[in-house]
Nanobody, 122 residues
Framework: QVQLVESGGGLVQAGGSLRLSCAAS????????MNWYRQAPGKQRELVAG???????NYADSVKGRFTISRDNAKNTVYLQMNSLKPEDTAVYYC????????????????WGQGTQVTVSS
């Protein structure tokens, strides 16, 4: 079983910064992509940013130039540095990882964190 634990959310004023962290634990053999999604009230969950095992990154157009995703493979942790935050960034942010783990080491499976609230005031 794999657990993803997120931290770093909170309340910040527009223009401020926050750094989210997501640590994966359990009987992990390998982690492929690590992603951050978000879901605002009344809206669908959307992909914010992703990073591959090789370090390639992709971002939603709405956050390009403001957010930076990174990962520490030794710690099985993914980060999301969020700068120049806007009220429209307010949402619950979820970590998502594609993992090979026991008891199914031959297959990739998706796991989700519990979510962390980010609120940006104007």
């Amino acid at each position: 079983q794999v657990q993803l634990v997120e931290s770093g959310g909170g309340l910040v004023q527009a223009g401020g910064s926050l750094r989210l962290s997501c640590a994966a634990s359990g009987s992990i053999f390998s982690i492929n992509t690590m992603n951050w999604y978000r879901q605002a009230p009344g809206k669908q969950r959307e992909l914010v940013a992703g990073v591959s095992s090789g370090g390639s990154t992709n971002y939603a157009d709405s956050v390009k130039g403001r957010f930076t995703i990174s990962r520490d493979n030794a710690k099985n942790t993914v980060y999301l540095q969020m700068n120049s935050l806007k009220p429209e960034d307010t949402a619950v942010y979820y970590c998502n990882c594609n993992v090979k783990s026991a008891p199914h080491p031959g297959s990739w499976r998706d796991y989700w964190g519990q979510g962390t609230q980010v609120t940006v005031s104007s």
